[in-house]
């Protein structure tokens, strides 16, 4: 069965930091590129970063760029995000999902999705 299990969110207030965790199982981790995503209540998707399959090219989102760090541990067959500097803004569930290419993340397309985890930041 794919799993790919989301975790390490939580409330944290303005300008803390969050680490957010996937692991994926069910499926060649280091053959997938990896992307973390949000939605916030009202709005939609938001690609927030993606990372190719040897680490070798991270994407970040302008709204992101210079507070988080993607990164991916294949050992492990794990994904993080380190989250600085959070703002209310951040506030979303956040997923993490496998694609078969950065290209395909890019575009909002995945092969595998999680189910997500709460990360709100208090003003």
Same mark, same amino acid.
């Given at each position: 069965e794919v799993q790919l299990v989301e975790s390490g969110g939580g409330l944290v207030? /303005?300008?803390?930091s969050l680490r957010l965790s996937c692991a994926a199982s069910g499926f060649t981790f280091d053959? #997938?590129?990896?992307? %973390?995503? !949000?939605?916030?209540?009202?709005k939609e998707r938001e690609r927030v970063s993606y990372i190719s399959s040897s680490?070798?090219? &991270?994407?970040?989102?302008?709204? &992101? *760029?210079? !507070?988080?760090?993607?990164?991916?541990? +294949?050992? *492990? +067959?794990t994904a993080y995000l380190q989250m600085n500097s959070? *703002?209310?803004e951040d /506030?979303?569930?956040? #997923?993490?999902?496998?694609? !078969?290419s950065i290209w395909r993340l890019s575009q909002g397309f995945a092969e595998y %999705?999680?189910?997500? /985890?709460?990360v709100t930041v208090s003003s």
């Open positions: 207030q /303005t300008g803390g053959d #997938y590129a990896i992307g %973390w995503f !949000r939605q916030a209540p009202g680490a070798s090219s &991270v994407y970040y989102a302008d709204s &992101v *760029k210079g !507070r988080f760090t993607m990164s991916r541990d +294949n050992a *492990k +067959n959070l *703002k209310p /506030t979303a569930i956040y #997923y993490c999902a496998a694609g !078969r %999705w999680g189910q997500g /985890t709460q």
